[in-house]
C-alpha cells in the first residue's frame, strides 16, 4: 500500500499541465543550463511570451539585455518549443529568484491520543505540517 504522500503527488503529476512541468525543471536546472551566467541573472517568471529575469546589478541588467537572443534560444531549445518571444530584465531586489526556490515536502506525524479520549485512543490519524 503507497503513502498518502505519494498517492497524492502522483495524482498532481497526472494533473500538471506539461508547460508547467517543464517550467519547474526549468527553473531547477537553470544554474547548469546557463553556467557561470546564472551568477548574473535569475529566473523571475513569464507572462505571456515574456521570460521574467532579474539582474542583481543595473550594469547586468544592461548588459544582458544585449542577449536576448542567446539567452531565449537554449531555454526554448529546453522546453522543445517556442515559449518565449522576448525577455525582460529587472532588478532582483527581495524577490527570490525561482531557481532558489526550496523544493517543497509534506511532512505528515502521527499525533498522541488525548487522555480520557477513548474514540480516538488506538486509532492512528495523519495530520499533515506545513
Known sequence: MESLALGLARFM???????????????????????????????????????????????????????????LEPVNRFLEEPVFQDIRLELVGTRTPLNQLPARRTVFVRPKPLLGDRSTAGQRTLTPLI
Open 13 to 71: 503529476a497526472h494533473r500538471a499541465d506539461p508547460l508547467q512541468k517543464k517550467l519547474l525543471e526549468l527553473w531547477q536546472q537553470w544554474d547548469e543550463l546557463f553556467g557561470p551566467m546564472a551568477e548574473d541573472i535569475v529566473p523571475l517568471g513569464h507572462r505571456k511570451s515574456t521570460l521574467l529575469l532579474g539582474a542583481y546589478s543595473s550594469i547586468a541588467m544592461q548588459e544582458y539585455r544585449y542577449f536576448a537572443n542567446q539567452i
